[in-house]
């Protein structure tokens, strides 16, 4: 493999122009397949949850879920799109050894939603991402490389797969082209792959976990002279598998295709995996032009044709929309607006909502997950929902501070524990010995000998100078390794020192 | 002793209700007389004589008990190869398939399980239903009783060929573009294509989805009927299965009346390429007809010029996608390809297809492929789609002013083995009049009427109705079978020679 020369991101963007778009595939969280009874939870092994029909047994027939149809139409009118009044699913004809039809059952010129739009913001500022179309279709199996040296099929000694996925209902969204600035790009398509994860969850139809796979971003990616009309060739990065890595991804791609252009070179039409690790992305599967799928509209399956009055019944479930939510939840939190963007940024809405039904105040909620969170996301290169410590957790170890209990500072250590999967913030605290002192004897006996280790400051006092109080508690605090009650501490010390 | 392998599905009914034989006797009889002609014949591919004769002597228990059982408990029957059967091998009469025991049972074959049918077996066919004489089966061809020099028409030649053999006195048989109306002509037998979607299709192992349907394969119009009811009816597991209750076929069988009956004689099926001794018989058949009372007058479809062909990119557009499952990862044969280390999963596919598909197979999916790829999708799958659709607005037209259609099933008489393996074209024009039933899903009967005077051969008469309206088919072939056997004095078959019987 040659070694590609990346252009720097900012560079790129003098000379060329990105032509972007997204494709989310969201796993729905149905209890059965898309088209048969096999029930459909994450992590079973493998090869439990199949039957004829998921399996392709000789003569078996696909059946419609009706609630994976019903999911489809809310996720088409949560992101604005019409809904058809008649689609037909269509077979996507090709051979992979992990699809057991050997064809996918998908939508092809028919689909269930199309012609949508959403709102994101980035900075401030806000970016229209025209849908194009949201339609439905099955999952294949998942085949899994064993021996090799990169989990691959290259190099492996042999593969097994497993059914289970296969069949599992998915809805497709593709965007049309998404028209920025240039240097926006990857911040936009960030935002949209997370305002799309929010929206979707908010509606219940889906896990929306990058991390399992139940949403899945693939970016396409192509340049074009800054100037020209004349479309560059794309690439498909899929793979992403968090909210930054779809960033990174599309800065990636943006500095690969500037090297190859510059250079004088084509753009290779292919798939292309994200590298977690290095930031970068590997070539997968080469695709071009002459791919033909050979849809036809699938003859086992009627026509799907959901009648107005369910549209507009279903329209009604639909949760109040994000940009009603957020200026609801900033003015119920007291919040400033930039308090507001950064905490869309972080990518913490929910989980600051979760954290104040748990029963934290919205400003320590905002505390922990803007800061400590966030601050910890950023450092391990995970999704601030991703860190192993769920906003009821929070709550808990806030409910320690409130009670007196631990501090701001101890309570870092608690978050390392229960992250760290030691139990519950309770049991951290009990094992790793974490309370606060308050126990007047112990804390008296350190005031004493802090007092006597400081005679100026404690003559200070004495003398009605309040401010150097600080000096006496920090080295009670240090004595006690940060576990005194700093508040009882300073009124030993006044009532001492009075 | 009567013998039992001559009586009709209807007369064993009763008899069995009666007591007056048992189940395991009619299937002792059957299972004789498979071991003693099927070898001339080779109607099956798999005979399961102890799990029909356990099967049979469960009904006989359970009706000594005075258990409430299916009119149709403890007759036996005989299931194409094409059906799944959980515990019996399901070929489709293809290699690709060879030893495959499906884990389930297609929707028909629970029916007949849960109504007590001792299963005989599973007949021959083409392979994956892909033919019209059964000469594609990878197992070898079957013979046709009354000549074994002659094919018994096809995909359904074995099912209608063990009816015919008094093999079995029902049988299963799929219809995807005539394979149970033709081989019913050829072998002097009753086959009945329901309306697409009378039938359920799970378990079916599909050719062309749009145009499958299984049917009884029998020899009286009754007796087709009693099947039909038993085998039909809405099922959730096919999403193409029609929701509305099943026509009442057996009383229009026993109706038997067609004074009033407009009948239309579809003019563009008969004519140059049909048989003279083929039309004469049917002539004669509609004269029967009209001296019964019935009303019958000539209506033109000038669309069905258009319908072989649309048949032609249809059914291989959509068997090369149903056929793609086939691919050794699986179930099905794996055959790695020969002098390659390390084969890869396409490589082991790709080697596994070449050697389990046959010709006609392979010839149909890459007629197929073809027809369904980009650029020529439009001219090719996307008219014959159009033409469906004129053709089924031409037939509601002509169903405005009949209440049937008739035309003869086949242009031809049974042919000699091997006579049009080598042009698939001419055997294809064999489906002229069938197919327009399958492109509309209509429902059609074939009714023997009689022997060609040339070649002393079945002939068939084809019944088409209106979707929905199987009932109309059989309350005029039963009164056309009656009005014909008081003719004749007896059944056609009675007059087939007798087959040497092996011991």
């Excluded at chain 2, 004269?287 to 019935?294: D, K, M, N, Q, R």
Aim: proline share 6%.
């Amino acid at each position: 493999m040659t070694t590609e020369t990346l252009v720097p991101f900012d560079e790129a963007l003098t000379r060329y122009d990105p032509v972007m778009g997204l494709e989310i595939h969201i796993e729905l969280n149905t209890a059965t397949k898309m088209f048969c009874g096999c029930p459909t939870e994450f992590g079973a092994e493998p090869n439990t949850q199949v039957c004829p029909v998921c399996l392709a047994l000789p003569g078996a027939l696909p059946v419609v879920n009706a609630k994976a149809v019903e999911s489809a139409i809310r996720m088409g009118l949560a992101l604005n799109c019409e809904i058809a009044e008649w689609c037909r699913f269509a077979r996507k004809n090709y051979f992979y050894p992990d699809m057991p039809k050997n064809f996918q059952t998908s939508q092809y010129d028919e689909p269930i939603a199309f012609d949508g739009w959403v709102d994101v913001e980035v900075d401030g500022e806000t970016f229209r991402i025209e849908i194009e179309r949201a339609h439905m279709e099955d999952d294949t199996g998942k085949a899994l490389h064993v021996g090799g040296s990169t989990g691959r099929i290259h190099g492996a000694d042999f593969s097994l797969v497993d059914y289970n996925r296969a069949g599992i209902p998915l809805i497709e969204i593709v965007t049309r082209t998404i028209e920025v600035p240039p240097e926006k790009a990857p911040a936009v398509a960030r935002a949209y792959v997370s305002y799309v994860r929010d929206l979707i969850g908010g509606l219940g139809v889906s896990d929306v976990r990058m991390d399992q796979g139940s949403l899945r971003a693939d970016v396409n990616l192509s340049l074009k002279p800054k100037g020209s009309t004349v479309l560059g060739t794309r690439s498909e990065t899929k793979n992403v598998n968090s909210f930054r890595s779809v960033e990174r991804a599309v800065r990636f791609e943006i500095s690969r295709h500037a090297g190859i252009l510059d250079a004088g070179g084509k753009v290779v039409q292919e798939t292309r995996h994200f590298q977690e690790d290095t930031g970068t992305t590997l070539p997968g599967r080469e695709k071009s032009d002459a791919d033909d799928y050979r849809y036809f509209p699938e003859p086992d399956l009627a026509p799907v044709s959901p009648s107005r009055e369910w549209v507009e019944e279903l329209r009604a479930t639909l949760p109040e929309p994000p940009a009603v939510r957020r200026a609801r939840l900033q003015a119920d939190w007291g919040f400033s607006d930039l308090d507001m963007r950064d905490t869309i940024g972080a990518g913490a809405l929910d989980l600051i909502v979760a954290t104040v039904e748990a029963g934290t105040t919205p400003q320590a909620a905002k505390k922990w997950w803007l800061g400590e969170m966030a601050r910890r996301a950023n450092e391990s290169g995970h999704d601030i929902d991703a860190l192993g410590i769920t906003p009821e957790q929070v709550a808990e170890i806030q409910g320690l501070i409130d009670a007196g209990r631990i501090n701001d500072k101890l309570a870092r250590s608690v978050f390392d524990g229960v992250i760290a999967g030691e139990g519950t913030a309770e049991e951290v605290v009990v094992a790793r010995k974490l309370e606060v002192v308050s126990d007047d004897g112990a804390l008296g006996a350190a005031v004493d000998r802090a007092i006597e280790g400081d005679p100026d400051a404690a003559q200070k006092i004495r003398g009605g100078n309040l401010g150097v109080a600080g000096a006496l508690i920090g080295a009670v605090m240090k004595e006690m390794r940060g576990q005194a009650d700093a508040g009882r501490v300073r009124e030993l010390i006044l009532e001492k020192l009075s | 002793m009567t013998d039992l392998t001559r009586k009709t599905a209807d007369e064993l009914a009763r008899s069995l209700a009666s007591k007056e034989v048992s189940s395991v006797e009619v299937t002792q009889a059957l299972v004789d007389r498979i071991g003693a002609v099927d070898g001339q014949i080779h109607a099956f591919l798999h005979v399961d004589a102890e799990g029909a004769l356990a099967t049979a002597a469960d009904v006989d228990a359970r009706r000594a008990n005075g258990e409430q059982l299916s009119y149709l408990a403890g007759v036996p029957i005989a299931v194409k190869d094409v059906l799944a059967t959980k515990g019996l091998p399901t070929t489709c009469g293809s290699k690709m398939l060879d030893g495959w025991i499906p884990p389930y049972d297609a929707t028909v074959t629970a029916k007949i399980k849960a109504a007590g049918l001792p299963i005989l077996g599973k007949t021959n066919m083409d392979e994956f239903a892909m033919g019209s004489s059964t000469e594609h089966s990878a197992y070898g061809p079957t013979h046709n009783p009354w000549d074994t020099t002659r094919i018994p028409g096809g995909s359904g030649g074995g099912s209608a060929a063990a009816v015919a053999a008094f093999e079995a006195p029902l049988a299963i048989g799929t219809d995807t573009g005539g394979s149970i109306r033709q081989p019913g002509a050829l072998t002097g037998t009753v086959g009945v294509k329901p309306t697409y979607g009378g039938v359920s299709r799970y378990g079916l192992v599909a050719m062309a989805s749009s145009l499958d349907q299984a049917g009884p394969v029998t020899r009286t119009v009754l007796d087709a009927a009693l099947l039909h009811e038993l085998i039909a009816g809405h099922d959730p597991m096919d999403s193409t299965s029609i929701p509305d209750a099943v026509p009442a076929v057996v009383a229009a069988a026993r109706r038997a009346d067609v004074k009033g009956l407009r009948i239309g004689i579809v003019k563009e099926l008969g004519g140059e390429g049909f048989q003279p001794g083929v039309e004469a018989r049917f002539n004669e058949a509609v004269e029967l007809l009209t001296s019964a009372g019935a009303e019958v007058v000539e209506v033109s479809i000038p669309s069905l010029k258009y319908a072989l062909g649309a048949y032609y990119l249809v059914m291989p557009s959509e068997a090369s996608s149903n056929l793609a499952k086939f691919d050794a990862m699986r179930y099905g044969v794996r055959v790695p390809p020969a002098g390659v280390d390390d084969p890869s999963a396409e490589q082991v596919m790709a080697s596994s297809r070449d050697a389990g598909f046959g010709d006609e197979v392979k010839r149909r999916i890459i007629l197929g492929t073809y027809a369904l790829s980009s650029g020529y999708y439009d001219a090719y799958y996307g008219s014959a789609q159009k033409v469906r659709t004129v053709l089924s607005r031409d037939f509601t037209a002509a169903f405005a002013g009949v209440d049937l259609l008739v035309s003869p099933t086949s242009p031809t008489t049974a042919y000699p083995l091997g006579d049009k393996l080598d042009d698939p074209l001419a055997m294809y024009l064999g489906d002229v009049a069938t197919i327009p039933a399958n492109l509309i899903g209509i429902p059609g009967l074939s009714l023997p009427v009689g022997l060609a005077d040339e070649d002393d051969l079945p002939v068939g008469l084809q019944f088409l109705a209106p979707q929905k309206a199987d009932d109309r088919l059989y309350n005029a072939a039963a009164a056309l079978e009656r009005l014909l056997e008081d003719k004749w004095g007896g059944t056609l078959l009675s007059r087939a020679p007798e087959l040497e019987v092996a011991r």
